[in-house]
């Protein structure tokens, strides 16, 4: 399952969520994407070309909370009544990522594939302002191991107020933007074990 929503929030809580950076602790990270086990491997094709990201955690189950995330939280209690088809349970992880521009990128680039979870949970990329440098979601599945090849089954053009939801085992990868000044997105990975 592929979602896309616009307009999702207020216009107000939109701005908000768009001038969080100014207020977070950000760290540079040289790849967009580490593998999640020892047996991993990064996935690589010629249409790879990542120079990294700046990252913000602001979730994650049982570690960490920042104080801001209670401006994020009444979005995800948006989405469970917008998309009543899944039964959304809790978030495990939210971050704020943010891909700076890459001139040498071109449309068809993208960073590193990868999933972000194995199973029973949905991953939602809400972009925090308009731009470019699309998410590229993949027909392919992680299930152990990255597949041979990819192929695209869509691609989301970031739009300030809008998300994607999919599926966290889905391949996917996001892209750096050749024309806006940065792409900001926040990335979250909501378990669905149990029912709402």
Same mark, same amino acid.
């Given at each position: 399952?592929?979602?896309?929503?616009?307009?999702?929030?207020?216009?107000?809580?939109?701005?908000?969520?768009?001038?969080?950076?100014?207020?977070?602790? $950000?760290?540079?990270?040289?790849?967009?994407?580490?593998?999640?086990?020892? $047996?991993?491997? =990064?996935?690589?094709?010629?249409?790879?070309?990542?120079?990294?990201?700046?990252?913000?955690?602001?979730?994650?189950?049982?570690?960490?909370?920042?104080?801001?995330?209670?401006?994020?939280?009444?979005?995800?209690?948006?989405?469970?009544?917008?998309?009543?088809?899944?039964?959304?349970?809790?978030?495990?992880?939210?971050?704020?990522?943010?891909? =700076?521009?890459?001139?040498?990128?071109?449309?068809?680039?993208?960073?590193?594939?990868?999933?972000?979870?194995?199973?029973? *949970?949905?991953?939602?990329?809400?972009?925090?302002?308009?731009?470019?440098?699309?998410?590229?979601? $993949?027909?392919? $599945?992680?299930?152990?191991?990255?597949?041979?090849?990819?192929?695209? *089954?869509?691609?989301?053009?970031?739009?300030?107020?809008?998300?994607?939801?999919?599926?966290?085992?889905?391949?996917? *990868?996001?892209?750096?933007?050749?024309?806006?000044?940065?792409?900001? =997105?926040?990335?979250? =990975?909501?378990?669905?074990? *149990?029912?709402?």
């Amino acid at each position: 399952m592929i979602l896309v929503l616009d307009d999702v929030m207020s216009e107000e809580w939109a701005d908000n969520v768009e001038t969080l950076p100014y207020w977070l602790k $950000f760290h540079y990270t040289d790849t967009t994407s580490y593998p999640t086990d020892e $047996f991993q491997k =990064v996935y690589t094709d010629e249409n790879v070309k990542d120079i990294g990201q700046l990252s913000s955690p602001l979730y994650v189950i049982n570690q960490h909370k920042e104080p801001c995330y209670d401006l994020i939280s009444p979005f995800i209690y948006v989405i469970k009544q917008k998309v009543t088809e899944i039964k959304f349970n809790h978030e495990v992880r939210v971050k704020y990522n943010i891909c =700076v521009r890459n001139p040498e990128s071109t449309p068809s680039n993208y960073n590193i594939p990868h999933h972000d979870a194995v199973s029973n *949970a949905y991953s939602i990329v809400y972009y925090c302002n308009d731009g470019d440098g699309d998410t590229f979601l $993949f027909n392919e $599945f992680y299930d152990g191991k990255n597949p041979d090849k990819l192929t695209i *089954a869509k691609r989301i053009s970031p739009k300030k107020n809008r998300c994607v939801i999919f599926e966290s085992n889905r391949m996917h *990868a996001s892209s750096s933007p050749i024309y806006s000044k940065d792409r900001r =997105v926040i990335n979250f =990975v909501i378990d669905t074990h *149990a029912s709402n």
